[in-house]
């Protein structure tokens, strides 16, 4: 793995290390589990990511939707008024509704409808730019099946905004095979090194969490 792919403790934006803290502060975050838990990808990992807990804290996710609403505006400038916002239920759903509402944009949303096949919930016109909001990436599949379902009612997508990502070098990949670029709030890196700094993690704990990020990355 090169070391552009290594996860480290290099100076972050202060969003990056807030939502951190967020994600630590409301128990949204278990770290070295005696059991560990088993991804939708089949990955086994020591630590477990909820970002949807977030949604019962009332002071805590009115900031992570304003970072998210500051990262599109940061992409697209005044051009984000041209975009629908697309989540991907069930995860992305209250992210890409606050979203929406903040920015003042349309909202849909992917998810499991009809004979439980994968469906777009409300209205798209062929041709409009859209963006996807997703609570979590591991490996980028949840992001890339929206980004299809978009595809094929016409529509235009080639970013996806989400509040974490395991920073996995195989996600990344994917995405980009599926020409999606990401821009994440707060990853892997910044949440274990915040971790480790404010005592959640020690020293050897850390150390341990990277070896599982090594070896479930590529």
Not at 24 to 32: D, S
Not at 109 to 129: C, F, H, S, W
Request: some cysteine.
């Amino acid at each position: 793995m090169g070391k552009e792919n290594t996860p480290g403790k290099e100076k972050l934006p202060d969003s990056t290390m807030a939502v951190a803290q967020i994600l630590l502060a409301t128990n949204a975050v278990e770290l070295m589990s005696d059991s560990p838990f088993v991804f939708a990808s089949g990955i086994k990992s020591p630590m477990y990511t909820d970002a949807r807990r977030l949604i019962s804290f009332e002071k805590s996710y009115p900031v992570v939707t304003r970072f998210l609403c500051e990262s599109i505006l940061g992409q697209f400038g005044d051009g984000y008024k041209d975009y629908t916002v697309s989540a991907t239920a069930v995860g992305g759903v209250p992210w890409g509704a606050w979203v929406a509402n903040y920015l003042d944009l349309p909202f849909v949303y992917v998810g499991k409808g009809k004979n439980d096949q994968m469906e777009i919930a409300g209205l798209v016109t062929p041709g409009r730019k859209m963006l996807i909001i997703e609570d979590l990436i591991t490996t980028g599949r949840s992001a890339i099946e929206n980004a299809r379902k978009l595809r094929e009612a016409g529509l235009i997508v080639n970013d996806c905004f989400a509040v974490f990502t395991y920073e996995f070098t195989k996600s990344l990949s994917n995405l980009a095979e599926a020409n999606l670029t990401l821009h994440s709030l707060c990853g892997f890196s910044a949440l274990t090194c915040c971790a480790l700094e404010s005592g959640n993690l020690n020293e050897r704990d850390y150390r341990k969490l990277l070896q599982w990020w090594y070896a479930n990355s590529d």
